[in-house]
């Protein structure tokens, strides 16, 4: 949802009785553009082992970020991990450089692996539950490993604005 300038996140649960209640209200630092559910929790146990099972939901938004949030908990301060988005230290260091008298044409700096536009779609591998795709306005879709928080592959042959991806279901054997 949506009011004046402010997003949020409202996940609303149906009693037995039928009853429609608000879960959680989670307020979102930009404009939502694509929600994907996942049950892969976004860490590995200690042994490095994925054996969890969880309620996650992927956003993505105007920002090249995508927040992943844990629906498990009641009320979350914060996402429980972030896909990519502008690395904030390396902007800190630029405006103490551009600070220091220097004019220069303010670049944004991105974490490895990250979408330089808008995330405009999210589709999540109920096979490879680790799996997330995503399709940004920088016309690239990127394969994220959300255990390791990591971008695995990047496809840059688009040329324009990817606003919709989706994973092939095939199965295998008869």
Same mark, same amino acid.
């Given at each position: ?12 649960? +149906? ?19 694509? +929600?994907?559910? +996942? ?34 908990? +009641? ?100």
């Amino acid at each position: 949802m949506t009011e004046d300038e402010f997003s949020h996140l409202e996940v609303q649960l +149906l009693s037995d009785d039928g009853n429609l209640y608000v879960h959680h209200d989670i307020t979102l630092p930009d404009f939502p553009l694509s +929600l994907a559910w +996942l049950d892969c929790p976004p860490f590995v146990n200690s042994d490095g082992a994925q054996t969890s099972v969880g309620s996650y939901v992927a956003v993505g938004t105007f920002s090249p970020a995508i927040e992943i949030w844990n629906l498990d908990v +009641l009320d979350p301060l914060e996402p429980t991990a972030v896909l990519g988005g502008i690395d904030k230290r390396a902007k800190t260091l630029q405006q103490k450089k551009s600070s220091s008298g220097k004019k220069g044409k303010k670049q944004k700096c991105y974490l490895p692996g990250s979408h330089q536009g808008p995330v405009m779609s999210l589709s999540w591998n109920s096979t490879f539950r680790q799996a997330l795709a995503s399709g940004s306005a920088d016309s690239t879709v990127k394969i994220w490993d959300v255990t390791t928080q990591a971008c695995s592959f990047t496809m840059n042959h688009h040329t324009d604005k990817v606003q919709s991806v989706s994973w092939h279901h095939m199965r295998h054997g008869c």
